[in-house]
């Protein structure tokens, strides 16, 4: 059986299997789980569980009673003895015990009693506590009170920082929380980042903090830097690496404060074939912009024969088949219809905002209200089918939103 063990506020312990539990004594040295009494042991670096018992069963008729199941008893040649549960027979060995089902019995007889005796010695250990951290899964020590160590599968130890009660792995922080009366530890990750003076811990670095005269900011941390930028006058960002943040002000006192966007990663309501058209669009996209302007347009089609990309594969080879685009026509036409697909964006981004997002499908539906005629779909109507569209159109670029601010 399986046991969840549970400490109590006095001391003791719960063993809890399905809807059965068992208590410890208060100092937590011995429990009783059914007829069985066990003697408990606990590493106090691991922090692991080890129960230790002895099981004796006796009987002085040919069969036996074992974990629920009767098994007839035999000699086997003389000096041992045979253990037979339908077709399963079990050997004692010359050393006096018997493995039956999996469990190892000292099995002796008591000729003038006519009684056989199987003892089983119990030693059951837990499993060290385990916490699954992006993908990795860790096992938790308990060095001493309030500290803990995590485990890498290759037996790499990660130090708990006692006094900011965090883990850092790599870059990323996971605060950490401990219930006193259960034992439970909780992993929480950290995706809002608080600048402390002039000063913000991120991504494993210490960074400092420049605000400039046009209300961006400036992260350095040696020779790296980082400067924060605004896409509209209502969306500040910071991109660093493969993590984009929102940049925020406190209202109190003005410090820094980043906000990681895309998480916790919201599901998107997107079939798995289309989400690979559209990594793959991001990718084409990206490649379609040959000039390299930030505008998909007819210049990019005229830039992949132009004397400073006419022949590279590297610039013009857009489908990956390694040949460039003054061998290969089909690069060309990549270009032509992502330029198509720049066409259609900007017809439906409907308040002309430059993005595409809830707020359009909501200018649209006023339109559709106040009569206003605007086709978006192109069959040459204004009705709740351009709004469904529009609506799968903006879950579409938003989930290749969340793509581009994931690629480095």
Known sequence: ASYQVERKADGSLIFKSTDLSWTSNTQATEVKIGAIIYQIQI??????????????????????????????????????????????????????????????????????????????????RSSLPA???????????????????????????IAFDKNKSIFEIGHVIYDVISNAVTGQVTFTRRSL??????????????????????????????????TSYKPSANQHRLRIGYFTYDVF?????????????????????????????LAQEVFWESMADVNKDGV?????RSALYDSNNAGNVLTTDLNRD????????ADE??????????????????NQDNFLDANDIARYQRYLTDG????????????????????RMVVQENFKNRLRERIN
């Open 372 to 391: 206003v005629r605007v086709d978006l779909n192109g069959d040459g109507k204004s009705d709740n089918e351009d709004l469904a569209f529009l609506d």
């Open 322 to 329: 390694g040949r460039p685009a003054t061998q290969d026509y």
């Open 43 to 124: 590493n106090a670096v691991t922090g692991e569980y080890r129960l230790i018992a002895s099981e004796t069963v006796q009987t002085s008729e040919p069969f036996v009673i074992l974990n629920g199941l009767k098994y007839s008893i035999a000699s086997y040649d003389g000096s041992r003895f045979e253990i037979v549960r339908g077709p399963d027979h079990y050997i004692q060995k010359t050393d006096g015990t018997v493995e039956i089902a999996g469990a190892i019995y000292n099995l002796s007889f008591d000729a003038a009693a006519s009684r056989w005796s199987f003892v089983r010695a119990i030693d059951i």
């Open 131 to 157: 916490v699954e951290l992006g993908g990795i899964n860790y096992k938790i020590e308990q060095p001493a009170a309030g500290d803990y160590a995590l485990v890498t599968p290759d037996g790499i130890h």
């Open 333 to 350: 036409l990549i270009v032509a219809a992502m330029i198509d697909k720049a066409k259609l964006l900007r017809k439906l981004d409907v």
């Open 296 to 300: 998909i347009d007819g210049r990019d």
């Open 193 to 226: 980042f608080n600048a402390a003076g002039n000063s913000i811990h991120l991504l494993g670095k210490d960074f400092s903090v420049q605000q400039s005269g046009d209300g961006t900011f400036i992260l350095t941390s040696g020779s790296l830097s980082y």
């Open 249 to 277: 002000k406190d209202s109190l006192d003005d410090h820094l404060i980043l906000r990681e966007r895309n998480y916790p990663a919201a599901p998107a309501p997107i079939d798995p074939a289309l989400a690979r058209q």
